[in-house]
């Protein structure tokens, strides 16, 4: 069974200060990772995602997110955060061969003048 | 525009009255998604189809039903909703083919039972 933890609950920055948003997953096979953004009474936006390739991947909104397997991480990063970007964040992960979907606790980003 | 509809986006239902939550989709995709996610929390996944294989949770509780009558449409029903189960419901797609792997939701419904 695939799961995810993210290692941090709330992250509090100011803005235009880097954020790391940190994801770590668990599975006996290959993956799919996404990170997802949800603002208040919204939906889950797709950020970014890995598929194969690349281990850099860029996303929407100046994010991008590093895969690492040896360590099993699927950190978010952003070089310079706006006030905008204050939401909740929630990384996912489906095995390559099924469809279930899972998602971490979420991470929610507050961005402070 | 809309591609994944949730109706309607705010639910109120008395304890123990049946209600229905409607999910439709304009992508074509074969999977469908019903998600649970109370406040703060993370999405839990409820159950799924895949196609018209139905993939319940094991945590899910029996209160918990849902039909996909065709690709478009998918149904949450709760039988006998209790004040616990008041929380945003989220659908959700996804096509497993090709490269789009992603999941695509919804606005979500907020359930309040009163």
């Known amino acids: 069974a695939q799961s995810v933890t993210q290692l941090d609950s709330q992250v509090p920055v100011f803005e235009e200060a880097p954020v790391e948003l940190r994801c770590n997953y668990s599975?006996?096979?290959?993956?799919?990772l996404f990170w997802y953004v949800q603002y208040p009474n919204q939906g889950l936006q797709l950020l970014l995602k890995?598929?194969?390739?690349?281990?850099l991947v860029k996303g929407i909104n100046g994010f991008e997110a590093e895969f690492n397997k040896s360590q099993t991480s699927f950190h978010l990063r952003k070089p310079s955060v706006h006030i905008s970007d204050t939401a909740e964040y929630f990384c996912a992960v489906k095995e390559t061969s099924g469809s279930r979907l899972t998602f971490g606790e979420g991470t929610q980003l507050t961005v402070n003048p | 525009d809309a591609m994944v509809i949730q109706n309607p986006r705010y639910q109120v239902t008395q304890f123990g009255k049946p209600v229905t939550l409607s999910c439709s989709q304009t992508l074509n995709h074969n999977v469908m998604y019903w998600y649970q996610q109370k406040s703060s929390q993370a999405p839990k996944l409820l159950f799924h189809y895949y196609d018209k294989d139905f993939n319940n949770e094991a945590d899910t509780p029996d209160n918990f039903q849902s039909r996909r009558p065709n690709t478009s449409f998918c149904f949450l029903d709760i039988r006998s909703p209790g004040l616990g189960d008041a929380a945003m419901y989220l659908c959700?797609?996804?096509?497993?083919?090709?490269?789009?792997?992603?999941?695509?939701f919804g606005q979500g419904t907020r359930l309040t039972v009163v």
């Open positions: 890995y598929l194969s390739g690349s281990t």
């Open positions: 959700a797609t996804s096509r497993v083919a090709g490269l789009l792997y992603e999941a695509f």
């Open positions: 599975s006996s096979v290959s993956v799919y």
